[in-house]
């Protein structure tokens, strides 16, 4: 006969079942200190990428096209490339800006840092994004080409990069800024020109045409509310005129009447 283990089966079953609890909880409990040094690690991120931000420096947006901050071109060659700018916009209505710094003011990558700037200056025609902005590090030795949701078919990453690459920096290398800002505008103006027609005019003397404009309107309003105040006015005075005449003319009659009537009195007397 076999071994009778009845008296030890529900020990036996207790501890068994204690052990497939142990196992179906381990996964579960194991996962726990992971998950944990998971959201440890996206803090410790945010926190650092907060801080990077913390110390970064967007400018202002500038009111020209060329615009050196660093002091490595002629005051001559700044106004002519900015002439060139403004003219290619009344062309084409793309908006091209340069902006020559002389370090970058983030510890972020130029790409991110340069994204940020563009975006908060808002380069180009709203409609249309046809913006592009040369960014230029001078003490970095960093340059970047950001360019607006508009014009990424006429001159795409691949087009930026050898503009910089192979267009400017050899004559940067040289010391030659102003050689490679003309190279650089001309290879841009070339790579996005005919994208965009242009009226003529740029955002800044439009925006100035259409203040004048209302001015006008303003002016034409206002003259003719005054004409039409003068006319009540004058209206106004015709009729207290009228009214005063009125009132001499009475006051004759009156007296008459009392003349008359004081001649009668002293002839019965």
């Not at 592009?132 to 990424?152: N, W």
Request: charged share 30%; with cysteine.
């Amino acid at each position: 006969m076999g071994r009778d283990i009845s008296p030890r089966c529900p020990r036996l079953i207790h501890r068994l079942h204690a052990k497939i609890d142990i196992v179906g909880r381990s996964p579960r409990r194991a996962s726990l200190p992971c998950k944990w040094v998971a959201l440890v690690l996206v803090a410790l991120v945010a926190s650092l990428a907060c801080a990077s931000r913390a110390d970064e420096v967007i400018p202002p947006k500038p009111d020209r096209y060329f615009n050196d901050y660093a002091g490595v071109v002629s005051k001559e060659a700044a106004l002519r490339f900015n002439e060139q700018l403004a003219q290619f916009e009344r062309e084409t209505s793309d908006q091209v800006v340069v902006a020559v710094f002389p370090k970058m003011a983030s510890d972020s990558d130029v790409a991110d840092y340069t994204q940020r700037v563009a975006q908060a200056w808002g380069v180009g025609q709203e409609d249309r994004r046809n913006g592009v902005v040369l960014f230029v590090f001078v003490q970095d030795r960093k340059m970047f080409i950001q360019v607006g949701y508009g014009l990424e078919g006429a001159l795409p990453d691949i087009t930026a990069f050898d503009i910089t690459e192979y267009r400017i920096k050899p004559y940067f290398r040289k010391g030659d800024y102003e050689g490679g800002v003309a190279a650089g505008i001309d290879s841009i103006c070339k790579a996005i020109r005919g994208e965009y027609k242009g009226s003529g005019r740029t955002k800044v003397e439009s925006r100035s045409t259409v203040v004048d404009q209302s001015a006008w309107v303003y002016l034409l309003v206002l003259h003719r509310r005054l004409v039409e105040w003068r006319s009540r006015l004058v209206i106004r005075w015709r009729r207290r005129i009228q009214w005063i005449q009125r009132g001499r003319r009475q006051l004759r009659w009156w007296r008459g009447r009392l003349e008359l009537v004081t001649k009668c009195e002293r002839k019965n007397f």
